[in-house]
Each structure stands twice: as structure tokens, then as C-alpha cells.
């Protein structure tokens, strides 16, 4: 994707289309075996490195465009992807449950507003929605920003607010715990509430992650 969009070229993140690809990403090809997943991963890796360690601040604001038969990601930029890789590295790494670290400082405080500013133009990743579901959340981060995220129909308003903005419910918690209910994955505190008593899981239900 990053070359295509250098040249210019329409460029698609599931090129054969998700439904078709996406789930053999999932498993190693027939008779691959373990060693051979890994050292594959490694090579790609080090193509990703090579590929982006040459750009510099025009490149990565340079719109990815994709072919009008295959849309996915909605209107992205070079630097949306990059997120995107260190999202599939940081949580499919914790979903595994080997152990490893949670997620970075880094990773959290760059994805969460990124994520929170993606809902205008993209609610859901190609997953069923309950089509009644209307409502407005205040996002209050303990250490991070607060948006106000608002559902009318199909229409999403998601933006930067302040702690006094008028919503249907509250959701306070840390920055970490806030992501993870944006990305479907379970909060690891119990977020301070106000308003709806079910706000939680009312946004949990409207907007059910990636």
C-alpha cells in the first residue's frame, strides 16, 4: 500500500477483498509450518521497515486511495496504516495471552485519537450493528482528551470536548481503558460513570470495535 500510494496508484488493504483474504491471514498456508510462519513475518517486516524508513512528513500525510470496487478503509492517509500495523502488533499481540507487556504509552496515546476522530467517517469495521441505537457519550480520559461521540441514525459526530459537555452519559477512564473499549477489547479498571446507567455497554453495542 505504501509503494502504490507513492506512485500514485490505487491501492486496496485487502486487495482480493476482505471477506475472501482476510481469513487466510488468519492461518498458516497449507503445509507452512511454524519456522516458516515466523521467518516469513520477519522478511515482511524488514520490506515494511525498508519502505518507510525513506519517507519523510509529505509522505505520510499522502492519501491512500482505494479502487472504487474495493473500498475498506475509508479516506485514510499514509499515516492512519502506520497505526494500523502497531495496532495488529500491540493488541492481537495481548489477545494471544502469552504474557507479553500491555500495550505501549506510545501506541495509546497516538491510536485513541486517531480512533476517536476515525468514527466520523468510519462507525464499524464490516460488522452488524444494532440500526435502533442512537445516543450521545461523553469520553472523559484521565490522562488523555475528552470527546463527545454522538450517534443520531447512521450518523456519527465524534470531537474534541470538554469536561462540561452535555451528553447522555460519561465514560471516564484511563486513556488505555478507553481505546480498548473503542477497539471491542475488555477494560482492565471499572470506568467511572454518569448518566446512562448502561452507557458502557450502550457504546460498547453501537460502536463494537474493529
Known sequence: MTRATLAGLPTAYYPEGRAQQRPR????SEGE???????????????LDEAWSSLDGRAWSLEMVEPPDN????????????LLR???????????GLGLDDWSDLFVHAALPMRLDWLNSRRV??????PSLEGSWLLVA????SYAVTLRGTRVE?????????????????????????????????PRTAGDEHGVERFAAAF???
Open 25 to 28: 491471514t488468519l492461518v498458516p
Open 33 to 47: 509450518s511454524a519456522g516458516e510462519v515466523v521467518a516469513a513475518l520477519g522478511r515482511h517486516s524488514r520490506d
Open 71 to 82: 473500498p475498506d478503509l475509508g479516506s485514510s492517509d499514509l499515516a492512519r496504516l502506520l
Open 86 to 96: 502497531l495496532t495488529e502488533v500491540e493488541v492481537h499481540g495481548s489477545d494471544l
Open 125 to 130: 469495521n464490516h460488522r452488524q450493528v444494532d
Open 142 to 145: 484521565t490522562d488523555g482528551p
Open 158 to 190: 465524534s470531537r474534541p470536548a470538554g469536561p462540561a459537555s452535555v451528553s447522555d452519559a460519561v465514560i471516564e477512564s484511563s486513556s488505555r481503558d478507553l481505546l480498548a473499549l473503542l477497539l471491542g477489547r475488555a477494560m482492565r479498571g471499572q
Open 208 to 210: 463494537p470495535g474493529p
